[in-house]
């Protein structure tokens, strides 16, 4: 007995079942999974295995990532709000210049209306003056009184001045009220023969 204690080979087979024993035991799974269990914690707990690696969840990173989403849904979105406002606008700007064409057309079809207008008036008014001109200053006087401010004063602007000059003294015969209408217009005609350029004389 005492020889096969000393025998080297079961030396040999001790040393080699106590090396496969301690490697199995430090490679077991339980050694990878497994922790120091926390100073607080419950004895279940500290008996748990931990979870591996490849398993590991962190909130914190998970409420990272869904703010980062929720970010790029917000960035896209207002991508195409301001590609549709870029697409709106271009539609109104279009239309705007389309209006300022028609505005700029009619204003130069009124204007080109008003001025025939104003020169058919012109013409009238030239032919009634030399009427009233050549009349008695007392008709010419009593007719005028009937014509309102505006239209008068043109009549007066255009004669001479002694003809409105006569005209004008027998209308502010005609009382208070007239003798007040009269130095209105004598003013608004002085003014306009101050703004208009001297007509040429009359032809009879």
């Given at each position: 007995m005492i020889h096969l204690l000393q025998s080297p080979w079961l030396a040999a087979g001790l040393g080699t079942l106590l090396y496969c024993a301690t490697t199995a035991w430090f490679l077991r799974p339980a050694q990878f999974t497994a922790g120091p269990p926390h100073p607080n914690a419950s004895p279940e707990e500290s008996l748990r295995p931990l979870q591996p690696s490849w398993a590991f969840k962190?909130?914190?990173?998970?409420?990272?990532?869904?703010?980062?989403?929720?970010?790029r849904e917000a960035v896209k979105t207002r991508d195409q709000e301001l590609r549709d406002l870029e697409t709106r606008l271009?539609?109104?700007?279009?239309?705007?210049?389309?209006?300022?064409?028609?505005?700029?057309?009619l204003q130069r079809?009124?204007?080109?209306?008003?001025?025939?207008?104003?020169?058919?008036?012109?013409?009238?008014?030239?032919?009634l003056a030399k009427v009233y001109a050549a009349m008695s200053p007392e008709g010419a006087a009593r007719i005028l009184l009937e014509f309102d401010d505006d239209q008068a004063v043109k009549l007066f602007a255009l004669m001479k001045e002694s003809e409105s000059a006569a005209i004008l003294e027998l209308m502010a015969q005609d009382g208070q009220l007239a003798a007040r209408r009269v130095a209105l217009l004598s003013d608004r005609?002085?003014?306009?023969?101050?703004?208009?350029?001297?007509?040429?004389?009359r032809t009879p």
């Open positions: 962190n909130p914190e990173l998970d409420q990272m990532l869904t703010e980062l989403q929720q970010q271009a539609v109104e700007r279009q239309e705007l210049h389309a209006i300022t064409q028609e505005v700029s057309r079809q009124l204007d080109a209306d008003f001025t025939a207008i104003r020169d058919d008036e012109l013409t009238n008014l030239k032919r005609l002085r003014r306009l023969r101050a703004k208009t350029p001297a007509a040429p004389p």
